[in-house]
Nanobody
Framework: QVQLLESGGGTVQEGGSLRLSCAPS????????MGWFRQAPGKEREFVAA????????YYADSVKGRFTISRDAPKDTSYLQMNSLKLEDTAVYYC???????????????WGQGTQVTVSS
């Protein structure tokens, strides 16, 4: 069973930057997109960004547009989430996941990582 491994989380001050990475533990096949989600305490998991694997089309939640950038390294089967101008409300556990569908809903994603904590402090 392939797993996704996130890295790059940590604590950063407001206005700072972090770069998250997501790589599979083995070879993956046939997924349409790799996405990033986040879940803050007491809140539902929400879509952050996604990139389609073949065409590289990128999608963002309105709350992160202009601040976060998703990218992919297809030969390495790895995606990155560059997060700039971080805000207190960006504090959450960030998860990467893959989906065979053109759908942003968490339920459409079938392989998930275990998450990495991002904490933005004042």
């Amino acid at each position: 069973q392939v797993q996704l491994l996130e890295s790059g989380g940590g604590t950063v001050q407001e206005g700072g930057s972090l770069r998250l990475s997501c790589a599979p533990s083995g070879r993956t096949y046939g997924y349409y997109a790799m996405g990033w989600f986040r879940q803050a305490p007491g809140k539902e998991r929400e879509f952050v960004a996604a990139v389609t694997w073949r065409a590289g089309i990128k999608y963002y939640a309105d709350s992160v547009k202009g601040r976060f950038t998703i990218s992919r390294d297809a030969p390495k089967d790895t995606s990155y989430l560059q997060m700039n101008s971080l805000k207190l409300e960006d504090t959450a556990v960030y998860y990467c996941a893959t989906t065979p569908y053109n759908d942003r809903a968490p339920t459409a994603y079938d392989i998930w990582g275990q998450g990495t904590q991002v904490t933005v402090s004042s």
